[in-house]
């Protein structure tokens, strides 16, 4: 083990909406600390730095000055790396470090994935040696490349599927508590599973334009959304799986409570959970960026596949899922009305 966590050299890839928070935090605390992206993204924080703000907090956003480096060439040997893309972005980026860096090399770094759901675990094998992942529990957008805001300030969970590399596990743990609450777990696969039923509701929320378009219809957004994360549990338990605390995330007994009992009794609980949001990483990529590319296969995709293989009903996912395929392959992606997704799901169900 180090003998400082601060003198540990790291390079963060990717200072979209969570790897500019992670930069805000860090690279105060480290003085190794490099950050690689492209074109923009990478312009404006070379020239400005990483501003970032607390939600509701705008006016009193804070610029962090970072260090960035244009290629993995230009990077000294890292013995970090903070993998801050999405998963579809993982092959590439993948491939193009184990080009520079080599096997041999990458035997001493240890590689961090950093992506919702559980697809990084099929992805980064296949390059890394030391792997460690870790778990987003909060909501970060960017106003504009290096401007960032973020709904919480952490936490971050650490850990291994197979619980091995424990000290690889409390090294990234230690680093990042330099600057945000991070936790290393024991039950990694639990908590990932724990987190991807909450992200069960980004498809949705992007079809239907959440913080892009009015809520037509509170009563069946509350109904979809509720019975979208229901499910999710009845599918994570069918699964093996525990219920673990990632962030503030509404317990399972909230979520069952909020599918099964009438919404007077519920709505307080389930509107105070729905301001937390503010824009899921998934209608950044569809709605403010305009991209294809999205994460809807590896979230819904795969805890589809695990309803099936459990024999869990899960129709409103069922058709959800579908209706996203459709509507985000569209060139130009609109929002439409709750009702609109209701009519529809009832002719895909
Ligand atoms: N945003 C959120 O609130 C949350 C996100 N997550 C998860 O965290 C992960 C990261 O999400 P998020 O921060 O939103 O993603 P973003 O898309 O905002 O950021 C990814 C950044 O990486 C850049 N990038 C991609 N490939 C490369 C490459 N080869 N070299 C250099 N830079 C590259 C992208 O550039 P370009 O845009 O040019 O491709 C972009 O700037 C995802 O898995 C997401 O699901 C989890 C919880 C919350
Ligand atoms: C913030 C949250 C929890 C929303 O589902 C998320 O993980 C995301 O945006 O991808």
Known sequence: MPASFKQQTVLLVGAGAVGATIAAWLAPKLKNFYVLDQGETLKAIEEKGVSSYLQHHKQA?????VKTVASLKECPKPDIILLCVKNYSLDGLSQAILDVYGEQALKDIVVVGLQNGVENQQILPKYFPKLVYGIISFNAWLDEPGVVGYQ????????????SLQTEVELVTSVFNLGVEAIASRHFQDAALSKMIINLT?????????????IDHPSLFQKILSQLTYEGVKIVKASGHKECKVGDIPSWFIISASAKLPQFLTRKVFNKNVKKMVVSSMAQDIIQNGRSDNELDGINGYLLELADK???EAPYNKAIYRLCRQAFS????EPISVEEV????ALNR
């Open 61 to 65: 956003t804070e610029n962090t000055p």
């Open 152 to 163: 919480a300030k952490g936490p971050f969970i650490f850990g291994t599927p197979d619980n």
């Open 202 to 214: 980004n498809s949705f929320t992007t079809l239907m334009g959440l913080g892009y378009r009015e």
């Open 310 to 312: 459990f024999n869990v």
């Open 330 to 333: 569209q060139e130009k992606f």
């Open 342 to 345: 209701w009519q529809q799901m």
